[in-house]
């Protein structure tokens, strides 16, 4: 058994050596930083550091570089770590400052380390687009005195690729505590499979997975998992690695199928390095979305007896990306259409149909009253509540959006008169529903509508619904007592 003194050179020599740019950090600083960041009573850090943009300034500072190997000196054009260590605020500037934000976040949540896409400058005033992975290492978990944080140059796509060291005890702390998810496979049989088809004479291989899916499923079963990290576990809520690969078949299924398909395909054309997005489930069977990096090690690319796969998850990338697209459609106040698509669908409909459709004005009365009387937050929960109801009113393939202030409009394609009908009665119907369900002012809908019966007609019936609703309006306010003008 090595001795302490053997296995610490052990590390030195490996870490100095590693291929990837690493840096031994002291976080204990920034761990004090946000223990008076907390007791000034910051709760939305994104919030305050947005505001405050002079404290990132506090966090670069509470960090204390311990080491960086060899390979951050050349990536960072330094002669040496005391010249790199001296220049710090050359190399974290710019348009790194909103980056860092996502960073501190992770690390203020309570997260054991962070991920994070951002920017950074070498000495010779090179930009380096940078993935930054960090964690607190075993052990440091109270002080976060250890940090160990690796930055993957991708600037030119270029992936990293961990080596095998010499030394098993640091290889198997590196994989172990590695910050993405990592798997080392045996494609053997694999591969055993694709050359018995290849010696039957077979060209076309993609027809071949076609008339053959259960091809797919024979080799999906004939990988063998040799081992995973603790990230891993974590990743897929598995609390041992025995349970992990024990329900390895809740994990990759449906669309992984069609993943591994092609990734099939790629090894029959000697694609050795691939990577791709699939989609996996944890053992919860909650869908995750993986950024899939496969190789099979240049050692072993006679019998695929060792493959290495990393996995990053970027499921919040997906939903952020989906909440983004759906943002371009929708109003976020109410959760209806927005007008952007509500003028993109009211085009679809002038050239497509289904005729008859069927247009619906609506302008909600009295908010200007509300906003005045009670505030701005009480017509934006007026405005809520009427999106409740039109979301309610209608079914697809009908439309109900926002097009204004205080203005919706429902499109119905395919609706005749006494269908619209139906829809304002059961729009008034589901308003009195809602009034009896929240006190204060009462919710009331000023409603016009028309029916187009082809695509020229469109624009008129959209029109007549909008003097039907003002009439409408009128007619409230008349009744009500006082100027419409007021109560808008």
Same mark, same amino acid.
């Given at each position: 058994?090595?001795?302490?003194?053997?296995?610490?050179?052990?590390?030195?020599?490996?870490?100095?050596?590693?291929?990837?740019?690493?840096?031994?950090?002291?976080?204990?600083?920034?761990?004090?930083?946000?223990?008076?960041?907390?007791?000034?009573?910051?709760?939305?850090?994104?919030?305050?550091?947005?505001?405050?943009?002079?404290?990132?300034?506090?966090?670069?500072?509470?960090?204390?570089?311990?080491?960086?190997?060899?390979?951050?000196?050349?990536?960072?054009?330094?002669?040496?770590?005391?010249?790199?260590?001296?220049?710090?605020?050359?190399?974290?500037?710019?348009?790194?400052?909103?980056?860092?934000?996502?960073?501190?976040?992770?690390?203020?949540?309570?997260?054991?380390?962070?991920?994070?896409?951002?920017?950074?400058?070498?000495?010779?005033?090179?930009?380096?687009?940078?993935?930054?992975?960090?964690?607190?290492?075993?052990?440091?978990?109270?002080?976060?005195?250890?940090?160990?944080?690796?930055?993957?140059?991708?600037?030119?796509?270029?992936?990293?690729?961990?080596?095998?060291?010499?030394?098993?005890?640091?290889?198997?702390?590196?994989?172990?505590?590695?910050?993405?998810?990592?798997?080392?496979?045996?494609?053997?049989?694999?591969?055993?499979?694709?050359?018995?088809?290849?010696?039957?004479?077979?060209?076309?291989?993609?027809?071949?997975?076609?008339?053959?899916?259960?091809?797919?499923?024979?080799?999906?079963?004939?990988?063998?998992?040799?081992?995973?990290?603790?990230?891993?576990?974590?990743?897929?809520?598995?609390?041992?690695?025995?349970?992990?690969?024990?329900?390895?078949?809740?994990?990759?299924?449906?669309?992984?199928?069609?993943?591994?398909?092609?990734?099939?395909?790629?090894?029959?054309?000697?694609?050795?390095?691939?990577?791709?997005?699939?989609?996996?489930?944890?053992?919860?069977?909650?869908?995750?979305?993986?950024?899939? !990096?496969? +190789?099979?090690?240049?050692?072993?690319?006679? $019998?695929?007896?060792?493959? *290495? /796969?990393?996995?990053? @998850?970027?499921? &919040?990338r997906k939903k952020a990306e989906a909440y983004l697209e759906y943002l371009g459609k929708h109003d976020v106040l109410?959760?209806?259409?927005?007008?952007?698509?509500?003028?993109?669908?009211?085009?679809?409909?002038?050239?497509?149909?289904?005729?008859?459709?069927?247009?619906?004005?609506?302008?909600?009365?009295?908010?200007?009253?509300?906003?005045?009387?009670?505030?701005?937050?009480?017509?934006?929960?007026?405005?809520?509540?009427?999106?409740?109801?039109?979301?309610?009113?209608?079914? !697809?393939? +009908?439309?109900?959006?926002?097009?204004?202030? $205080?203005?919706?409009?429902? *499109? /119905?394609?395919?609706? @005749?008169?006494? &269908?619209?009908?139906?829809?304002?009665?059961?729009?008034?119907?589901?308003?009195?529903?809602?009034?009896?369900?929240?006190?204060?002012?009462?919710?009331?809908?000023?409603?016009?509508?028309?029916?187009?019966?082809?695509?020229?007609?469109?624009?008129?019936?959209?029109?007549?619904?909008?003097?039907?609703?003002?009439?409408?309006?009128?007619?409230?306010?008349?009744?009500?007592?006082?100027?419409?003008?007021?109560?808008?």
């Open positions: 058994m090595p001795s302490t003194l053997s296995s610490q050179a052990d590390f030195e020599y490996m870490f100095e050596l590693a291929p990837v740019s690493l840096w031994l950090e002291d976080y204990s600083g920034v761990q004090a930083l946000f223990a008076r960041w907390r007791a000034e009573g910051v709760q939305d850090l994104a919030a305050y550091l947005r505001a405050h943009p002079e404290r990132l300034g506090d966090y670069g500072a509470a960090i204390r570089v311990l080491k960086v190997n060899q390979r951050t000196l050349e990536l960072f054009a330094a002669p040496d770590q005391a010249m790199l260590v001296a220049n710090l605020a050359q190399v974290f500037r710019g348009d790194m400052h909103e980056h860092v934000i996502a960073e501190l976040e992770q690390l203020w949540g309570g997260a054991r380390g962070f991920t994070n896409q951002t920017v950074n400058y070498a000495l010779d005033g090179r930009r380096l687009d940078v993935l930054i992975r960090g964690r607190i290492l075993p052990g440091h978990e109270e002080r976060w005195d250890r940090v160990l944080v690796s930055l993957e140059d991708n600037t030119c796509e270029r992936v990293a690729r961990r080596c095998l060291e010499r030394s098993e005890h640091y290889a198997r702390s590196l994989f172990e505590h590695s910050p993405v998810s990592l798997w080392v496979e045996d494609f053997s049989e694999v591969k055993r499979l694709l050359d018995e088809v290849r010696a039957r004479g077979i060209q076309d291989f993609r027809t071949f997975l076609k008339v053959h899916p259960e091809f797919t499923e024979q080799c999906m079963r004939e990988i063998r998992v040799v081992d995973v990290n603790q990230l891993t576990l974590e990743l897929f809520g598995a609390v041992s690695k025995d349970e992990l690969l024990g329900g390895v078949h809740r994990m990759f299924r449906g669309e992984m199928r069609e993943s591994f398909a092609e990734q099939l395909l790629d090894l029959w054309e000697g694609r050795y390095f691939q990577q791709r997005e699939v989609v996996n489930y944890n053992l919860g069977g909650e869908a995750l979305h993986i950024h899939m !990096q496969f +190789a099979v090690l240049r050692e072993q690319c006679e $019998d695929w007896s060792m493959v *290495l /796969l990393s996995l990053v @998850d970027i499921t &919040a109410t959760g209806l259409r927005n007008r952007a698509y509500y003028v993109e669908e009211l085009n679809r409909l002038a050239r497509k149909g289904p005729w008859p459709v069927g247009v619906l004005v609506i302008d909600l009365n009295g908010l200007k009253l509300l906003n005045d009387g009670q505030g701005h937050v009480a017509g934006d929960a007026m405005l809520r509540r009427a999106g409740e109801v039109l979301a309610k009113a209608v079914d !697809q393939p +009908a439309c109900a959006a926002r097009i204004g202030g $205080d203005e919706f409009s429902i *499109l /119905l394609p395919g609706s @005749d008169e006494r &269908a619209m009908q139906a829809v304002v009665e059961r729009l008034h119907k589901l308003k009195d529903l809602n009034n009896q369900f929240y006190p204060g002012q009462a919710l009331s809908f000023a409603v016009g509508a028309a029916l187009a019966t082809s695509g020229e007609q469109l624009e008129a019936a959209t029109q007549q619904a909008d003097q039907a609703m003002y009439a409408e309006k009128t007619r409230y306010y008349t009744q009500a007592g006082f100027n419409r003008r007021l109560g808008h």
